[in-house]
């Protein structure tokens, strides 16, 4: 297998660390729904195809474009299962029988556009393997929209929980709980460190007026998701208009940081970063932010955030307080960027309800997706100063 292409995931079927899966088995033996990490469940694949993910043309195209790479020659048939958690991309865990690995694709249906780039997350994954940032390894990326209906790439399982719950961290003891989500805010802090021409992610983005063209974008892809008026949609998109700050000095940003779209392993560090379809180059601290408007969120929102309500768990003020003495950035006008995160996150759940809506969506838990987007656009008011 050449350098480039990553490591072989043919080895062993539990992943390059051996800890509780990222992708969790969802029933227990008896049928009845396992917790996050649980031992012992059982993984529910489905004999034929999944939704989205034809088996046969995908494994055709995956032994055409790199063959004996995933699986060896005459393996067993493969089978497939989508993966609980998502809102936005739908990510599959395919397996031969013996080892695993994890497919990506963009939802079903209405894909705004910059969204769901598959070539994004790949590129960006493939260049932070070896930083201080850990990613899976990637193994394929397919452009082609006719091979399984939209473009694809798959990558390493990579082992470890995504804690969503603070009934999931509760049990592990406050020391434990806070460990955890300091080393959440260093990698954080430690993927703004990464200089982007040095992994060759130089031409990533347009850094340059990053959060200008961020208010602007949120606002286009609010009006091509639109099904509803909304109260304070259009204030709290004036008013960011009006007090864009000097940007902090660019960096390689995730665009959807949080706790749940990091793998923990069992030694309570984190073993991979997930989820760079928003990933660019820009403003960092709009990475902070988001991060801290999940630490508060109560309403439905398109990621399940009280872990961070967890006992040990810091709060925003501390979070903020180590982002800083670690980085060394200003956070003076951190109230705009949380009004820009509020916006940002009230729009996606806004798309996520259009497609829920529209019969768009693979999974449980949309039907409630909608009721935040007015409380999220009433925090990002506050955060500027107009409650």
């Known amino acids: 297998m050449p350098a480039w292409w990553g490591r072989d995931p043919r080895p062993s079927g539990l992943g390059r660390r051996g800890f509780p899966s ?23 694949f489905e004999d034929g195809d999944v939704p989205g993910l034809p088996l046969d043309r995908f494994r055709r195209y995956a032994e055409e474009a790199r063959p004996g790479a995933l699986w060896p020659a005459g393996a067993g048939p493969l089978r497939a299962r989508v993966v609980a958690g998502g809102r936005s991309n739908l990510t599959y865990e395919v397996t031969d029988g013996a080892c695993s690995w994890i497919v990506r694709r963009p939802p079903l249906g209405h894909v705004l556009a910059t969204a769901h780039d598959m070539s994004r ?23 082609d929209p006719d091979v399984i209906g939209a473009p694809f790439y798959v990558m390493e399982m990579v082992q470890g929980t995504p804690y969503r719950g603070a009934d999931e961290l509760a049990p592990l003891g406050e020391t434990r709980v806070a460990d955890i989500a300091g080393r959440m805010i260093d990698t954080l802090v430690d993927l703004h460190r990464v200089d982007p021409a040095e992994v060759g992610l130089a031409d990533f983005g347009r850094p340059q007026g990053f959060l200008g063209r961020q208010v602007r974008r949120w606002k286009k892809q609010l009006d091509a998701s639109r099904s509803r008026d909304l109260d304070g949609a259009a204030e709290l998109h004036a008013l960011l208009e009006a007090n864009i700050p000097p940007e902090s000095p660019p960096a390689i940003v995730h665009g959807d940081y949080r706790l749940d779209n990091l793998l923990v392993g069992a030694d309570d560090r984190v073993a991979a970063v997930l989820d760079w379809e928003m990933a660019t180059l820009g403003d960092p601290l709009t990475d902070l932010a988001l991060l801290l408007v999940y630490m508060k969120r109560t309403a439905p929102s398109p990621a399940r955030a009280d872990a961070t309500r967890a006992p040990g768990f810091p709060s925003p003020d501390e979070v903020v307080a180590r982002y800083a003495e670690r980085s060394g950035r200003d956070l003076s006008a951190i109230g705009f960027y949380v009004g820009l995160a509020c916006f940002k996150l009230a729009v996606i759940s806004e798309g996520i309800h259009y497609r829920y809506l529209h019969g768009q969506t693979v999974g449980e838990g949309f039907d409630a997706i909608g009721d935040a987007v007015e409380p999220l656009l009433r925090s990002g008011l506050a955060a500027l100063g107009k409650a």
């Open 121 to 143: 997350e790949y590129r960006v994954m493939t260049a932070l393997a070896g930083t201080a940032v850990p990613v899976p390894a990637t193994y394929l990326l397919c452009d």
């Open 22 to 44: 990222r992708y969790p088995a969802p029933y227990r033996p008896d049928g009845t729904r396992a917790r996050i990490g649980e031992e012992g469940a059982l993984r529910v």
